[in-house]
Nanobody
Framework: QVQLVESGGQLVQAGGSLRLSCAAS????????MGWFRQAPGKEREFVAA????????YYADSVKGRFTISRDNAKNTVYLQMNSLKPEDTAVYYCAADRLRATMTASTYNYWGQGTQVTVSS
């Protein structure tokens, strides 16, 4: 069992930066792949980024590639999402998720989810 708590979301101007954190409880965090997803009002949840258990493999949605960076610190049981050059279309609730098997871009493969943190980018 893994509990996930996101933090770091806030209102920011376009072009600005934010770093989201996802703190995990549980002894086996380092064995899980982790992902970030987001959901904007009226839209379906979409993939943002994912990272393998040891950080050796990362995936990004085309819409964030080159602007966002996912990383993890297994000693701190935390995964991060560094978001630069933010755009109004990045406005969404951001969720982190844990996958027992592997990093994927598919929400349905993830076993545990956090409650989300709101990111709002003003133009």
């Amino acid at each position: 069992q893994v509990q996930l708590v996101e933090s770091g979301g806030q209102l920011v101007q376009a072009g600005g930066s934010l770093r989201l954190s996802c703190a995990a409880s549980g002894r086996s965090f380092s064995s899980y792949a982790m992902g970030w997803f987001r959901q904007a009002p009226g839209k379906e949840r979409e993939f943002v980024a994912a990272i393998s258990w040891n950080g050796g493999i990362t995936y990004y949605a085309d819409s964030v590639k080159g602007r966002f960076t996912i990383s993890r610190d297994n000693a701190k049981n935390t995964v991060y999402l560094q978001m630069n050059s933010l755009k109004p279309e990045d406005t969404a609730v951001y969720y982190c998720a844990a996958d027992r098997l592997r990093a994927t871009m598919t929400a349905s493969t993830y076993n545990y989810w956090g409650q989300g943190t709101q990111v709002t980018v003003s133009s």
